[in-house]
């Protein structure tokens, strides 16, 4: 994803009760900055098929990170997990 106001966005697969799995990004905004996921859902649909589209766009403050930079897929899922119980 590329857009002026995101520092970085990750996906990452979330339970879905009819197709398994289906995607979630969370995306951390650059300081100060604001922006509809409208906004970032459009910049998406340009560039991707309909069924790789995210089901939601979720707002964090941070993504954790590896030594070396990499993002920690399993503590983003940890910390998704109210949003996966609610949905």
């Not at 197709?19 to 906004?39: M, N, S, T």
């Not at 589209?53 to 503590?75: Q, W």
């Amino acid at each position: 994803m590329s857009h002026d106001k995101v520092l970085e966005a990750s996906v990452v697969a979330v339970p879905h009760e009819k197709w398994q799995e289906r995607p979630v990004a969370c995306v951390v905004l650059k300081e100060g900055q604001a922006v509809e996921r409208e906004e970032l859902y459009a910049l998406l649909e340009a560039e991707f098929p309909k069924w790789w589209m995210p089901d939601d766009i979720l707002f964090i403050n941070e993504i954790s990170k590896t030594s070396v930079g990499k993002f920690l897929k399993k503590a983003l899922r940890d910390q998704l997990k109210t949003y996966i119980e609610q949905n």
